[in-house]
């Protein structure tokens, strides 16, 4: 079946996402299909904008924050076998924070390319579909293509749905900066890595499903020391799967460290605060919005942290079209 061309040009913004349970590892199956459920927030600000078009040309014409992008390409081939799409495409994306440094830029970038070619294909597919097709280009994308509080269960093709809209639990997240540079193993390579070789990879399977549990209760009563509970436990379960890999996977610098016991030494005292932690050495920090002048100006104090940006929840996809 062949799609009709309606537009010319398609222009997404999506926001990256943070999980706060995380998919960690893949199903020995096609299809990038996650071996762990997640469920995240999206990050009102921290946003992709891609341009998508037509191209020319024989080639996708690609540029990645001006530089070409072999994983685009391959998505683009993936979308025009499965849609039986001839011409080939011109993508122009760019992050608003640095890209491939634990901050989530696949999982916005791989949204906005699913959300944007389904509009510029006029393929018409529902957010579930479109959701299945950014996770092929990247696992946490599934997520991106909502706002507010997503979930994504494994399943035959696993898709994200929503949990509850960013207005239902505003919270303020912080996102602490503590390296520049693009991290020298990507979550691809380190997740597999966690599945070979760590013993404790099995454990964080089988305990997965338990922490997800506890998150949704905590999320549906709006208790922000259980979701502060179980959001770290899983994250520092997923780290010790990394750090165990052989040879290892090292993300933290020491500024990632002192992030955390401040965190904790605030939440000590008396003010609502977590952490959570990608593939990188970026700490996010949630809490509620009264506290985010305390929290922020506290973390801004620690010898090593480069910058912070301060977001909310939120993070609903924009589109506009020519
Ligand atoms: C630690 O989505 O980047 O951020 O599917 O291989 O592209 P691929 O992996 P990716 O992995 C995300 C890992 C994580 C946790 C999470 O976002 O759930």
Redo the contacts with the bound molecule.
Sequence with gaps: MSKTQGKTSVTVSTAA???L????G?LERDG?Q?ATA?L?IGLEDLRTTTTLAFSNSDSHEVELEGQPSSRINHFLDQVRVEFEIKPCFKVVSNNNFPTGT?L?S??SG?AALALGLNELLDLRLSRQVISQLA?K?????A?SVYGGFVEVIPSDDAMAVRVLSADEWPLSVIVVINNQQPKEV???EA?QRSATTSPYYRDWVKTHTADMEEAKLAIADRDFEKLADISEHNCLK?HGTIMTTRPPVLYWLPATIAVMHTVQTLRAAGTPAFFTI??GAQVKVICPPACADTVEDRIREIEGVLNTIRTEVGGEPRLSSE
Excluded: E, V
């Design positions: 996402n943070i999980a349970i995380k998919y960690w893949k990038n996650p997640s995240s634990g989530a696949s999982a791989f996770r280009g990247s696992g946490s994308a997520r990507g979550s691809t997740m997923m990608d593939a």
